[in-house]
């Protein structure tokens, strides 16, 4: 009888860490397979990316130019991509794993932050075995993991979003409803000339940084022309130097200058508000890490500000017009981390803005998109495109709970209602607009993993929706099961997943679009070939390449030096490239998975 307290008190601690248990085994799954990936066919390409935009912060401030263009992919937002190119060449030093493989764990410990994110913003709405099961039913989602450890951009956004949403809550959650400040007239005044001349001076002096480049440079070939202006007191010998020389000069000390204002103005508009109302600058506080986010977000894709209005949404919701000196703060403060973090926006923000926007929108990619058997543009596609893959790489009970859980929220006058509307807004409106708008789309639905969050919030009010515990739990099990197994069967291509109302994995629709069995097929290679054998790669040969053992010889399309004959050929299965290339050649090794061709190795 005497233990009976204790029992209780263990069996009480057990449920309360019950999450944390879970979650942490979660997490070391994925630790301990991240290096069994391949590389995804976007990955270099961002790379350089990343090392131009981090380029930028040492010659913008010295040399007054940012050398990135259209073609470095500017209009992509830089920030996930320079964060995981300074952290895996950083983990490089102390871990004994190759550079892909660092990337991976980044995109993973990104995605698993994520994860962490959804479940708070469950657990706000749900109470805790419910919010564990949608979790769990998020994260184990074959497709979600399989780009969680392959995906430098998408994935990533879709974290950085979850994480945008969390804090924000927090952080509007957090403000206290202090009774005003009867402010005297005097004091109204002086607070709104200074915020009023602060936004205008400082926001007018970033947005026009190019626009004053051209003055600058404009005065200077006037100065040298013999016309007198401000410059020709400054310069001992206007006519010494090339006018490049001198634009530059001044347009560096302009920079400086603006640095210095900046942090000047700053400072003072923030001690006036503190001596005159000290509730601001704790609410100031208060936002800071979610508005910081949120600008990390828009950094990393364009479409990071609708997490902005999701919060603005929620915090009218909950906290009435009384939030609306924060919301102000909130955004201005995003705005700013957006431009420090963007390197392509310094010179012309808002014209460069707007270009990513329509950029990223409407991409013109050129290839092509198979989808249920035919072949599609990407601006062209049909508009069950969507509707039919959301329902079939999602495992098969996700949309049956979301669909309760949706049925149960509109007749719930508590704070499931708020859920969701909050997940319709979220969820259904980008949805038809992307439809509506024929946004081009490719690689299937990856661009829009970020809307796919409140499909599993809605699963989890169906999960609350049952009474008794043990069947919550019973059908939490059950729902996780087909994620489970189609990551165990898939490994590690759980992103080419489709459920059992298409039969599984079949190549009516694109499976590995991304050409990450190329990593397989280089150990193969490298396990067979010959000393310094040539052999053909179709396609991406880079992929191939960081495999491959260094004596081999990768030729690949589009290069001008040819070999008289190949060892062996390796050519993904898309667009028939596995029938078509070198078809007389003999197939000695298939790269499948659930019954789909990934990758051939043909030998001559």
């Given at each position: 009888?005497?233990?009976?307290?204790?029992?209780?008190?263990?069996?009480?601690?057990?449920?309360?860490y019950l999450p944390a248990i879970i979650l942490a085994c979660v997490f070391l799954a994925g630790?301990?397979?991240?290096?069994?990936?391949?590389?995804?066919?976007d990955d270099r390409s961002l790379q350089k990316y990343a090392e131009k935009s981090i380029a930028?912060?040492?010659?913008?401030?010295?040399?007054?130019?940012?050398?990135?263009?259209?073609?470095?992919?500017?209009?992509?937002?830089?920030?996930?991509?320079?964060?995981?190119?300074?952290?895996?060449?950083?983990?490089?030093?102390?871990?004994?794993?190759?550079?892909?493989?660092?990337?991976?764990?980044?995109?993973?410990?990104?995605?698993?932050?994520?994860?962490?994110?959804?479940?708070?913003?469950?657990?706000?709405?749900?109470?805790?075995?419910?919010?564990?099961?949608?979790?769990?039913?998020?994260?184990?989602?074959?497709?979600?993991?399989?780009?969680?450890?392959?995906?430098?951009?998408?994935?990533?956004?879709?974290?950085?979003?979850?994480?945008?949403?969390?804090?924000?809550?927090?952080?509007?959650?957090?403000?206290?409803?202090?009774?005003?400040?009867?402010?005297?007239?005097?004091?109204?005044?002086?607070?709104?000339?200074?915020?009023?001349?602060?936004?205008?001076?400082?926001?007018?002096?970033?947005?026009?940084?190019?626009?004053?480049?051209?003055?600058?440079?404009?005065?200077?070939?006037?100065?040298?022309?013999?016309?007198?202006?401000?410059?020709?007191?400054?310069?001992?010998?206007?006519?010494?130097?090339?006018?490049?020389?001198?634009?530059?000069?001044?347009?560096?000390?302009?920079?400086?200058?603006?640095?210095?204002?900046?942090?000047?103005?700053?400072?003072?508009?923030?001690?006036?508000?503190?001596?005159?109302?000290?509730?601001?600058?704790?609410?100031?506080?208060?936002?800071?890490?979610?508005?910081?986010?949120?600008?990390?977000?828009?950094?990393?894709?364009?479409?990071?500000?609708?997490?902005?209005?999701?919060?603005?949404?929620?915090?009218?919701?909950?906290?009435?017009?009384?939030?609306?000196?924060?919301?102000?703060?909130?955004?201005?403060?995003?705005?700013?981390?957006?431009?420090?973090?963007?390197?392509?926006?310094?010179?012309?923000?808002?014209?460069?803005?707007?270009?990513?926007?329509?950029?990223?929108?409407?991409?013109?990619?050129?290839?092509?998109?198979?989808?249920?058997?035919?072949?599609?543009?990407?601006?062209?596609?049909?508009?069950?495109?969507?509707?039919?893959?959301?329902?079939?790489?999602?495992?098969?009970?996700?949309?049956?709970?979301?669909?309760?859980?949706w049925m149960v929220s509109i007749q719930n006058k508590s704070k499931k209602r708020t859920l969701?509307?909050?997940?319709?807004?979220?969820?259904?409106?980008?949805?038809?607009?992307?439809?509506?708008?024929?946004?081009?789309?490719?690689?299937?639905?990856?661009?829009?993993?970020?809307?796919?969050?409140?499909?599993?919030?809605?699963?989890?009010?169906?999960?609350?929706?049952?009474?008794?515990?043990?069947?919550?739990?019973?059908?939490?099990?059950?729902?996780?099961?087909?994620?489970?197994?189609?990551?165990?069967?898939?490994?590690?291509?759980?992103?080419?997943?489709?459920?059992?109302?298409?039969?599984?994995?079949?190549?009516?629709?694109?499976?590995?679009?991304?050409?990450?069995?190329?990593?397989?097929?280089?150990?193969?290679?490298?396990?067979?070939?010959?000393?310094?054998?040539?052999?053909?790669?179709?396609?991406?040969?880079?992929?191939?390449?960081?495999?491959?053992?260094?004596?081999?010889?990768?030729?690949?399309?589009?290069?001008?030096?040819?070999?008289?004959?190949?060892?062996?050929?390796?050519?993904?299965?898309?667009?028939?490239?596995?029938?078509?290339?070198?078809?007389?050649?003999?197939?000695?090794?298939?790269?499948?998975?659930?019954?789909?061709?990934?990758?051939?190795?043909?030998?001559?």
């Amino acid at each position: 009888m005497y233990f009976v307290p204790f029992v209780v008190k263990g069996l009480n601690t057990m449920k309360k860490y019950l999450p944390a248990i879970i979650l942490a085994c979660v997490f070391l799954a994925g630790l301990l397979t991240f290096d069994q990936y391949g590389e995804s066919w976007d990955d270099r390409s961002l790379q350089k990316y990343a090392e131009k935009s981090i380029a930028a912060y040492a010659t913008f401030p010295q040399e007054g130019v940012v050398n990135i263009g259209r073609e470095d992919l500017g209009f992509y937002g830089p920030f996930f991509v320079m964060l995981t190119d300074w952290a895996s060449k950083s983990l490089s030093t102390i871990l004994p794993f190759s550079l892909p493989d660092l990337r991976h764990l980044i995109y993973y410990l990104t995605y698993f932050a994520g994860i962490l994110a959804f479940h708070s913003i469950a657990k706000r709405f749900l109470t805790q075995l419910p919010a564990l099961g949608a979790t769990l039913l998020f994260a184990l989602q074959p497709i979600l993991w399989g780009h969680a450890f392959i995906n430098p951009k998408d994935t990533p956004f879709l974290s950085l979003f979850l994480l945008s949403i969390s804090f924000g809550m927090q952080a509007f959650d957090s403000l206290k409803p202090n009774p005003p400040i009867d402010l005297p007239p005097r004091s109204k005044r002086i607070l709104t000339l200074l915020t009023a001349l602060w936004l205008v001076s400082i926001f007018g002096l970033f947005i026009f940084t190019q626009a004053i480049h051209t003055y600058i440079q404009t005065l200077v070939l006037s100065a040298q022309s013999g016309n007198t202006n401000i410059l020709t007191y400054i310069a001992k010998d206007i006519n010494a130097i090339p006018s490049e020389t001198y634009t530059q000069r001044y347009f560096i000390l302009f920079l400086q200058l603006r640095a210095f204002y900046f942090l000047l103005s700053t400072l003072i508009l923030l001690i006036t508000y503190y001596r005159h109302n000290y509730q601001l600058p704790i609410t100031l506080i208060a936002i800071l890490p979610a508005a910081l986010l949120l600008g990390f977000t828009t950094s990393t894709r364009i479409l990071g500000p609708f997490a902005g209005l999701l919060i603005t949404y929620y915090a009218l919701r909950t906290k009435g017009k009384s939030v609306l000196p924060a919301l102000a703060m909130y955004s201005v403060v995003a705005m700013i981390f957006t431009y420090l973090s963007w390197p392509y926006l310094w010179t012309n923000p808002i014209p460069r803005f707007f270009e990513s926007l329509r950029e990223m929108s409407f991409y013109p990619w050129l290839g092509g998109v198979v989808f249920n058997g035919e072949l599609y543009q990407s601006t062209n596609l049909p508009i069950s495109y969507l509707p039919t893959l959301l329902a079939i790489q999602l495992t098969e009970p996700v949309w049956l709970l979301s669909l309760a859980g949706w049925m149960v929220s509109i007749q719930n006058k508590s704070k499931k209602r708020t859920l969701g509307q909050l997940s319709l807004l979220w969820f259904v409106i980008p949805l038809a607009a992307f439809i509506v708008l024929r946004v081009a789309l490719y690689d299937n639905f990856r661009q829009i993993l970020f809307i796919l969050p409140p499909i599993f919030l809605m699963a989890g009010v169906a999960f609350e929706a049952i009474k008794n515990v043990k069947w919550q739990a019973a059908l939490i099990a059950l729902s996780l099961l087909p994620g489970v197994l189609g990551i165990v069967s898939l490994h590690p291509y759980e992103y080419i997943y489709y459920n059992q109302f298409v039969g599984g994995v079949n190549d009516r629709f694109e499976t590995d679009y991304w050409a990450t069995s190329y990593r397989e097929a280089a150990e193969v290679v490298n396990g067979v070939a010959s000393p310094n054998a040539n052999i053909w790669v179709e396609g991406p040969a880079q992929l191939f390449s960081l495999f491959a053992r260094e004596d081999l010889k990768i030729y690949s399309t589009g290069e001008t030096e040819r070999a008289g004959s190949y060892e062996y050929v390796v050519t993904i299965a898309r667009y028939g490239f596995e029938d078509s290339v070198y078809p007389d050649a003999q197939t000695v090794h298939v790269i499948e998975r659930g019954g789909a061709v990934l990758t051939v190795i043909k030998k001559p």
